[in-house]
């Protein structure tokens, strides 16, 4: 099974290597690792693709929440939106195969970015499946490069990942 | 005021009265501020040394344990220790020095990433990079290491950091918004506990490490129930080893009564332990009849990590363990315990005389002579296991071990720490040929201290468990474990570093030789010469259930009566 957990963490120094580390030790599988600071000071937000069955997850959200500068710990397992970029680099050597990759382009939404006399890079959002069959799709015509930011996610309406109160010990 | 003199102003704040360590360049301007400074430092031979003895400290006091050490060399050995504490939950701060800030990532002069490299093996550590950090650091880190499940903590201080001028406050503020242990176990779970012992016909109370500050409450519900006791290797201690309740450690080299009870339990109430795999065997296989396990744990990712759980409680073992003394009903268990009384009876632990002086006798008479009274430690092996067996302990805290990383070398230091920490006790230190050699050169540091540590090495020329196994699973194929051809004269070695030696040889002798040692004051080493192809039994294999129990050692069922 694939989990899109969301991870709150202090971004000191270091915090990426310890939940990176965490997982290689402990033997999770994870497909993809996102991060990048919020919208409050001294918090960044890391997003992670774990494979395994729930077993796995809990343990993945336990060890994680036992790292200091974890704050909170969430797989979305409630009804969230996933994203993930995509840059997908393709050779095309005529026009007849730059129309057909322009098209493919358009039915999933792609903006191309880049231009050269025999490249194009697209640029693409959407979940992780949508970004592997747009990859595949432009498979036959030769991909040069493909650079995808791995999943990021939110759960939709009120719920959010913040800080909890102070708890009395 | 510089920032080394802000660190030491800060840990006496924390209420160190000691330090274990070794100096060097990057660590200098601290030792030069610990001279002028009200805590004390026992300077080390090796800083392995300096973590094992800051943990024997911390093990015996339940205080936080503090070691130091310099950059490169000096911290990297501490990495074992720090791995030792961290699977035994123990309490350790550890400071090192480091090379100047300008300087880090250009491979300086002992320059090592201490803080990559120690991540893994703390709990939690730091790196202060702003001098006026030094105290909300220090009092984070000793929150850190002492609350929720114990644990190690180092702190890096690069030699700039400790030079600078210190300019903050001490007063400070711990805010650590991903870190709140939580202490009281959940009421609900807690009645849940309480109805599922109610309905137990055959249940037994599991004791663990994690335990060793609750003995009180483990005590009075263990009373108050009549349930039956199993004290793990880390819990020894936690519940009297001599009360008619307790049936012994579990696991590989448990006592039978405590491997069967686990087996044919239909629940289990275990409190403040992580179901080792030396104490369950084959996962799959484990406590089969059990319908109920409770766990309880302060930490919550021990819970259901390896074992089904059933009714899970996250908290603190003491105060848990408080709740369900006073909600324990006395338990109607007379046919159940009469089966355990059989076992118990019928299957203590033993050993078969032989003409040679063996462990086991060693062991057992330092027990009678001390009447328990002392505090243990020891190194790995068949020593540390007979040590476990053989000598009852009736108090927490008087058993100090290295169980959750198997440590050869823990024993000597952590007898330091562990003396240090409770002056007026007695501490026997039960060790190895092979373990006492990976850590030896600390004799200078007892020398120097005059503490009341006895070691007894039990010399059996072998590194005798490994030798054990090959015995039973490798065809008694002896590949590199034989030291006898080699090892010193231990007596004299001791002699060597000015502390009294005696050697012991014929078992007619031994009564005399712990009265001998006992009578001395300050420290003694015993070598006791043993014999050579001891076993350690009853013995569950590696992987195996307690179905698989071998109770005697099979070569002397053969060749035996
Ligand atoms: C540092 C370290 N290295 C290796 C081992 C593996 N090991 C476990 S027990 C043992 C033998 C210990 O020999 P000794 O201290 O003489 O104790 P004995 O078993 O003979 O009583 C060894 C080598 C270990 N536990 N720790
Ligand atoms: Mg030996």
Same mark, same amino acid.
């Given at each position: 099974?694939?989990?899109?957990?969301?991870?709150?963490?202090?971004?000191?120094?270091?915090?990426?290597?310890?939940?990176?580390?965490?997982?290689?030790?402990?033997?999770?599988?994870?497909?993809?690792?996102?991060?990048?600071?919020?919208?409050?000071?001294?918090?960044?937000?890391?997003?992670?693709?774990?494979?395994?069955?729930?077993?796995?997850?809990?343990?993945?959200?336990?060890?994680?929440?036992?790292?200091?500068?974890?704050?909170?710990?969430?797989?979305?397992?409630?009804?969230?939106?996933?994203?993930?970029?995509?840059?997908?680099?393709?050779?095309?050597?005529?026009?007849?195969?730059?129309?057909?990759?322009?098209?493919?382009?358009?039915?999933?939404?792609?903006?191309?970015?880049?231009?050269?006399?025999?490249?194009?890079?697209?640029?693409?959002?959407?979940?992780?499946?949508?970004?592997?069959?747009?990859?595949?799709?432009?498979?036959?015509?030769?991909?040069?490069?493909?650079?995808?930011?791995?999943?990021?996610?939110?759960?939709?309406?009120?719920?959010?990942?913040?800080?909890?109160?102070?708890?009395?010990? | 005021?510089?920032?080394?003199?802000?660190?030491?102003?800060?840990?006496?704040?924390?209420?160190?009265?000691?330090?274990?360590?070794?100096?060097?360049?990057?660590?200098?301007?601290?030792?030069?501020?610990?001279?002028?400074?009200?805590?004390?430092?026992?300077?080390?031979?090796?800083?392995?040394?300096?973590?094992?003895?800051?943990?024997?400290?911390?093990?015996?006091?339940?205080?936080?344990?503090?070691?130091?050490?310099?950059?490169?060399?000096?911290?990297?050995?501490?990495?074992?220790?720090?791995?030792?504490?961290?699977?035994?939950?123990?309490?350790?701060?550890?400071?090192?020095?480091?090379?100047?800030?300008?300087?880090?990532?250009?491979?300086?002069?002992?320059?090592?990433?201490?803080?990559?490299?120690?991540?893994?093996?703390?709990?939690?550590?730091?790196?202060?990079?702003?001098?006026?950090?030094?105290?909300?650091?220090?009092?984070?880190?000793?929150?850190?290491?002492?609350?929720?499940?114990?644990?190690?903590?180092?702190?890096?201080?690069?030699?700039?950091?400790?030079?600078?001028?210190?300019?903050?406050?001490?007063?400070?503020?711990?805010?650590?918004?991903?870190?709140?242990?939580?202490?009281?176990?959940?009421?609900?779970?807690?009645?849940?506990?309480?109805?599922?012992?109610?309905?137990?016909?055959?249940?037994?109370?599991?004791?663990?490490?994690?335990?060793?500050?609750?003995?009180?409450?483990?005590?009075?519900?263990?009373?108050?129930?009549?349930?039956?006791?199993?004290?793990?290797?880390?819990?020894?201690?936690?519940?009297?080893?001599?009360?008619?309740?307790?049936?012994?450690?579990?696991?590989?080299?448990?006592?039978?009564?405590?491997?069967?009870?686990?087996?044919?339990?239909?629940?289990?109430?275990?409190?403040?332990?992580?179901?080792?795999?030396?104490?369950?065997?084959?996962?799959?296989?484990?406590?089969?009849?059990?319908?109920?396990?409770?766990?309880?744990?302060?930490?919550?990712?021990?819970?259901?990590?390896?074992?089904?759980?059933?009714?899970?409680?996250?908290?603190?073992?003491?105060?848990?363990?408080?709740?369900?003394?006073?909600?324990?009903?006395?338990?109607?268990?007379?046919?159940?315990?009469?089966?355990?009384?059989?076992?118990?009876?019928?299957?203590?632990?033993?050993?078969?005389?032989?003409?040679?002086?063996?462990?086991?006798?060693?062991?057992?008479?330092?027990?009678?002579?001390?009447?328990?009274?002392?505090?243990?430690?020891?190194?790995?092996?068949?020593?540390?296991?007979?040590?476990?067996?053989?000598?009852?302990?009736?108090?927490?805290?008087?058993?100090?071990?290295? +169980?959750?990383?198997? #440590?050869?070398?823990?024993? @000597?230091?952590? &007898?330091?720490?562990?003396? *240090? $920490?409770? %002056? !007026?006790?007695?501490?026997?230190?039960?060790?190895?040929?092979?373990?006492?050699?990976?850590?030896?050169?600390?004799?200078?540091?007892?020398?120097?201290?005059?503490?009341?540590?006895?070691?007894?090495?039990?010399?059996?020329?072998?590194?005798?468990?490994?030798?054990?196994?090959?015995?039973?699973?490798?065809?008694?194929?002896?590949?590199?474990?034989?030291?006898?051809?080699?090892?010193?004269?231990?007596?004299?070695?001791?002699?060597?570093?000015?502390?009294? +030696?005696?050697?012991? #040889?014929?078992?007619?002798? @031994?009564?005399? &030789?712990?009265?001998?040692? *006992? $009578?001395? %004051? !300050?420290?003694?080493?015993?070598?006791?010469?043993?014999?050579?192809?001891?076993?350690?039994?009853?013995?569950?294999?590696?992987?195996?259930?307690?179905?698989?129990?071998?109770?005697?050692?099979?070569?002397?069922?053969?060749?035996?009566?």
């Amino acid at each position: 099974m694939r989990h899109l957990v969301s991870v709150l963490v202090q971004d000191n120094p270091g915090v990426l290597q310890r939940v990176a580390g965490l997982i290689a030790r402990r033997g999770f599988n994870i497909e993809s690792l996102a991060v990048g600071r919020t919208h409050q000071p001294g918090l960044s937000r890391i997003s992670l693709v774990v494979s395994g069955d729930d077993a796995v997850l809990e343990q993945v959200e336990k060890q994680l929440n036992r790292l200091i500068e974890v704050i909170k710990v969430t797989d979305h397992a409630e009804p969230h939106v996933e994203r993930e970029l995509a840059l997908v680099k393709v050779s095309v050597a005529g026009i007849e195969e730059r129309l057909e990759v322009k098209d493919i382009a358009e039915a999933f939404r792609a903006r191309i970015v880049d231009v050269a006399k025999r490249s194009i890079i697209f640029e693409l959002t959407g979940d992780s499946q949508k970004v592997s069959n747009f990859v595949e799709a432009l498979r036959p015509y030769g991909l040069l490069e493909v650079m995808r930011t791995g999943a990021v996610g939110m759960s939709r309406g009120e719920q959010v990942l913040r800080v909890r109160e102070k708890k009395a010990v | 005021m510089n920032g080394a003199a802000a660190i030491l102003k800060a840990l006496e704040r924390q209420g160190v009265e000691v330090i274990f360590g070794h100096p060097g360049g990057t660590i200098m301007p601290t030792y030069d501020a610990l001279y002028d400074s009200p805590i004390r430092h026992v300077l080390v031979r090796h800083e392995q040394g300096g973590v094992h003895a800051a943990t024997g400290y911390a093990r015996a006091s339940g205080r936080v344990g503090v070691c130091m050490a310099t950059s490169g060399p000096g911290a990297l050995n501490l990495v074992t220790g720090l791995q030792d504490a961290l699977m035994d939950s123990t309490p350790v701060v550890a400071i090192t020095g480091n090379v100047p800030q300008h300087l880090i990532g250009t491979d300086a002069f002992q320059e090592a990433d201490v803080v990559g490299i120690t991540q893994p093996v703390t709990k939690h550590n730091y790196q202060v990079r702003n001098v006026n950090d030094i105290p909300r650091v220090i009092a984070e880190a000793f929150y850190i290491a002492s609350t929720g499940r114990p644990g190690p903590v180092l702190i890096d201080f690069p030699k700039d950091v400790q030079l600078a001028e210190f300019t903050g406050s001490f007063e400070v503020e711990i805010d650590l918004p991903g870190y709140k242990p939580t202490y009281r176990g959940h009421p609900r779970q807690i009645e849940r506990a309480l109805e599922a012992l109610k309905k137990a016909e055959r249940p037994v109370l599991m004791v663990g490490g994690g335990a060793q500050h609750a003995a009180a409450e483990i005590f009075a519900l263990a009373e108050r129930s009549g349930i039956p006791v199993i004290t793990t290797l880390m819990g020894l201690g936690a519940f009297p080893g001599t009360h008619p309740q307790c049936l012994g450690m579990p696991g590989m080299h448990g006592s039978v009564a405590a491997n069967r009870a686990i087996h044919h339990a239909d629940t289990i109430l275990a409190i403040g332990l992580r179901f080792d795999d030396r104490v369950t065997g084959k996962i799959s296989r484990f406590a089969p009849h059990a319908h109920t396990i409770i766990h309880v744990d302060i930490d919550p990712a021990e819970i259901g990590k390896l074992v089904r759980t059933h009714i899970p409680v996250v908290g603190d073992a003491k105060w848990v363990a408080g709740e369900l003394a006073k909600g324990a009903q006395r338990m109607n268990i007379g046919k159940w315990w009469a089966q355990l009384e059989e076992w118990k009876t019928k299957h203590p632990f033993a050993w078969k005389p032989k003409p040679y002086l063996q462990s086991q006798e060693v062991i057992q008479a330092f027990w009678e002579a001390t009447q328990g009274q002392a505090i243990v430690t020891s190194g790995v092996g068949q020593h540390q296991m007979f040590a476990a067996q053989f000598f009852k302990f009736d108090r927490p805290r008087s058993w100090i071990n290295s +169980g959750g990383l198997g #440590t050869m070398g823990v024993g @000597l230091p952590f &007898a330091i720490g562990a003396a *240090l $920490a409770r %002056p !007026g006790e007695l501490v026997i230190d039960f060790d190895g040929d092979g373990s006492f050699q990976m850590t030896l050169q600390e004799l200078a540091t007892l020398k120097k201290l005059n503490l009341n540590v006895k070691i007894v090495v039990l010399n059996n020329g072998f590194l005798g468990m490994v030798r054990q196994w090959q015995d039973l699973f490798h065809a008694r194929r002896y590949s590199e474990v034989y030291l006898a051809d080699s090892n010193p004269d231990f007596a004299k070695l001791a002699e060597a570093y000015g502390i009294k +030696g005696l050697t012991l #040889t014929d078992k007619a002798q @031994l009564q005399e &030789a712990v009265r001998e040692v *006992l $009578a001395h %004051p !300050g420290p003694v080493l015993l070598e006791a010469r043993v014999y050579h192809e001891e076993g350690v039994f009853p013995m569950i294999p590696a992987g195996g259930a307690a179905e698989d129990m071998i109770i005697e050692n099979p070569r002397e069922a053969v060749a035996g009566d």
